[in-house]
Structure formats: C-alpha cells, structure tokens
C-alpha cells in the first residue's frame, strides 16, 4: 500500500479509549472490520441490532462513534445482543468523528480488541451520520501499527429510500457538497433502506428502480441491498473481503459488466463514475507514476474518491489489482492469468470532476507503444 508523505503536523494527544480487561499476546488471525455509514436517521443502528441478534455464531464487537451526549442515546438505542451474537465489551469513542480526531484512539481499541483473550470474529465500527469514511482507510487498509491484525473488510453504507432523493439534492446551489455523495462513493454495499415508506403505488416499484439508478450513477461498483427495517442477508455485511486481492471473482464480474455512465442526468453533474480499458500491456512504474499525479498531486484536479481495476503488467504473468481510497492506493499481483482470461486492463473511477479521455490518454500513456 502506498500513501503520500506524511505532512508536518503539531503533535496531538491521542484520545483515550474505555479500558478493556482480559489482554494477551498478540493473535495470528486477522479480524474483519466492517464499516457502517449513512445519513442520519438511515437505520446504521437498526442494522448492528439486526447483525449483533443474527443467528451466525459469530462473537462481534461494536465501536460506536457519535458526537458528544449523542452517545448515551445512541447505545440505549441498540439491543445487547439476546439470543444472537455476544456483545464482548464497548468501545466509546466519545470525544469526536472517527474519521478526524480519534483516530489514534480507534487504533488503540482496535489493538486491545484483538488482543483479548478470546477471540473476536469481526468487528463493527458505526460512524457519525456526518462522518466521512475515506479516512478510515488510511487506518484500516493495511495499517503497520496494526500489524496486520485488523482489516478493512467492507464499507457499508446505509440509506433512507423515502428520503434519498432530498438529501443528494441538498445544498446543489451552495459551495458544500452533500454527505450522501461521499457515503455513497466509498461503499461496496449500499443498503437502500426503508423501501417500505416508499408510497405504494403501480408506480412505486419504478421510484425504487430509479433510487437504485441514482446510486449505479454515483458508485458503479456498489452492491445495492433492499431492505426494511435492515432486514438483509448477512453474507452481505460480514466477511466480504472487499479489499482482499486473493478475492478477485466478485470485482472481475463488476468489470465485466460495469459501463461508463454519462453524467448527464445526476443530481451533481461534477460527479460520475466512469471505466477505462488498454488493451497493451502496461508498465508497472509508469502506471504508479501516473497514479501519485492524480491521487497525491492532484495535477489534473481531478478529485477521485474511489478506483479499482486489473492490470495487464509487461513482463508479468500474475493478474494485477488495483485499488484506491484517496490518496492511497495498492497495486498487488492476484493470480496468473489463465487461457479464458481477455488479458484487458480495466479501471473503475468515482469521483468529481473526472476527464474520461484524460484518464484514458493518460493511462495509454502508460504502455510501451511508441
């Protein structure tokens, strides 16, 4: 994984984090963290409920991050777990939003929780409904303090169906830019919740059809879930490896099938996903290259939230993955490439303001045609 060079920075005071009991050597398994996040009032703590009393046998802890007092309401608020999974300990992060200034103390928790006596299966982390994911990666992706003991399993992210359509319009004539964009950018699952408050009419199956529409628009990659009350199958929020290399065939089937979307019709029209193919063999350091201007430099003020793709490397036999969140990006050989395979490198971009034949001249630009 690589990252930009650290800024200089004023040295802060890591918040602290509840104490948790029961420390021991540190374990060789690795403990999924699943991401949950949406507007507020989405139902992210429906769907812990939902998980934490699920039938799965799996022992699941919950780091819960609201502002302020907000966190006594929000922990009254979920269940303890009867008859379905434990809930081992709370973790209060009580003092800000994850993604800003806790995010020492969530490396700390996350540290204590996996050095727990017994272990832990996966682990849920709620975020504010103001609360930006992308940061998370930078501490969950791949994090050396980590020491490869928690990973980043997927980022869910959870909307209010009756409402949606409001809350991306939000602030279209003002200089913000809606949360509901960003939530939806970074998810790998999007949950469309509520779709029960959606008026029922012959016409309501096509609000929905057109809900989902919106979503594809701003994230390609998403796997879109119907739910009500977050009803919804749990292989579909634990263990979906989402930024593992090794579990390639879910994104090799989103490439085959995903389609660059015109900008036209969005709610933002700087906003877009879009996908790009080479068919030539392209040159490992050159492709790095390029992606620090983009993603570092921002050279082409492009703001890209999301990538991911395969690569066709020169002088390789090893199928290439590449994945980005912000500025930081990875780019790790999968498997070989096999005689059904069409060896064509193929990126997805979510972001605004993206030039398709920018990004195409420039990823061409990184073969060895002359």
Not at 268 to 285: K, P
Not at 349 to 359: M, Q
Request: hydrophobic share 40%.
């Amino acid at each position: 994984m690589k990252s930009p060079p650290p800024m200089d920075d004023e040295e802060e005071t890591p918040p602290l984090a509840v104490e948790i009991s029961d420390i021991n050597d540190a374990k060789e398994y690795v403990v999924g963290v699943t991401v949950i996040t949406g507007y507020l009032g989405a139902g992210k703590s429906t769907l812990i409920n939902y998980v934490l009393n699920g039938q799965h046998g799996k022992k699941i802890a919950v780091i819960l991050n609201e502002f302020g007092e907000e966190i006594g309401v929000e922990r009254a608020m979920i269940n303890d777990g009867n008859g379905g999974a434990l809930v081992e300990e709370w973790v209060e992060l009580a003092n800000g939003c994850v993604c800003c200034t806790v995010k020492h103390s969530l490396v700390q928790a996350l540290e204590q929780l996996v050095q727990r006596k017994e272990r832990l299966d996966h682990i849920l982390l709620e975020t504010t409904g103001l609360a930006n994911p992308a940061p998370l990666a930078s501490v969950l992706w791949l994090d050396d303090q980590l020491e490869s003991e928690v990973k980043l399993d997927s980022i869910i992210t959870v909307v209010d169906a009756k409402n949606l359509r409001l809350q991306l319009s939000e602030h279209h004539d003002s200089s913000s830019f809606p949360e509901a964009f960003r939530q939806i950018a970074f998810a790998d699952v999007v949950i469309l919740n509520k779709v029960d408050l959606v008026p029922q009419s012959p016409m309501a199956s096509d609000v929905l059809k057109e809900l989902e529409s919106d979503i594809y628009k701003i994230n390609s990659l998403a796997t879109i879930v119907r739910s009500v009350r977050c009803n919804v199958d749990l292989s579909m929020i634990l263990d979906r490896r989402a930024y593992d290399a090794k579990h390639i065939a879910h994104l090799e089937s989103l490439l085959k099938e995903n389609q660059s979307v015109s900008a036209n019709s969005l709610h933002d029209h700087s906003f877009r996903t879009l996908c790009i193919y080479e068919e030539q063999q392209v040159d490992l350091s050159k492709v790095e290259l390029w992606l620090e201007e983009i993603l570092w430099e921002k050279k082409y003020n492009m703001d890209i939230y999301r990538c991911k793709g395969i690569l066709n490397i020169l002088n390789s036999d090893q199928l290439h993955i590449i994945q980005a969140v912000r500025e930081i990006y990875e780019i790790v050989p999968a498997r070989k490439w096999q005689q059904h395979d069409n060896p064509i490198s193929k990126i997805v971009f979510i972001g605004r303001n993206l030039n398709e034949s920018l990004l195409q001249d420039l990823f061409r630009a990184c073969t060895l045609m002359p």
